[in-house]
């Protein structure tokens, strides 16, 4: 499996980022794919994942209402909107995915991240 990610950079708080990731090697209706972050010093938080098999999709609270995850099939790709960023958002995230059973994930925290991307840095300043 391997992923090209784009998107990250530098933006003011309240301002807007996408990110993307092209997936090889897999499909997306078998995984579940996403995003986990990680900040100096701080433990990887998973972010957001998308099971396209059965189109759900879960968040961590921090982000709510203000990420979005979505795919495209026909392009192996999943992208993540972040809207309304924050600086405590700052951190390097990582596209990741993970053979998916099939079954309802309950929270972002079941997303099966068994393979990561390089990471992309993310950086909202205040």
Not at 3 to 10: C, I, K, M, R
Not at 39 to 55: F, L, M
Request: proline share 2%; with cysteine.
């Amino acid at each position: 499996v391997q992923f090209v990610e784009s998107g990250g950079g530098l933006v003011q708080a309240g301002g807007s980022l996408r990110l993307s990731c092209a997936a090889s090697g897999l499909s997306l209706d078998d995984y579940a794919i996403g995003w986990f972050r990680q900040a100096p010093g701080k433990e990887r938080e998973g972010v957001s994942c998308i099971t396209v098999g059965d189109w759900r999709m879960y968040y961590a609270d921090s982000v709510k209402g203000r990420f979005t995850i979505s795919a495209n099939i026909s392009k192996n790709t999943a992208y993540l909107q972040m809207n309304s960023l924050k600086p405590e958002d700052t951190a390097v995230y990582y596209c990741a995915a993970g053979s998916w059973d099939g079954t309802y994930l309950h929270t972002v925290s079941g997303c099966p991240f068994g393979s990561w991307g390089q990471g992309t840095q993310v950086t909202v300043s205040s």
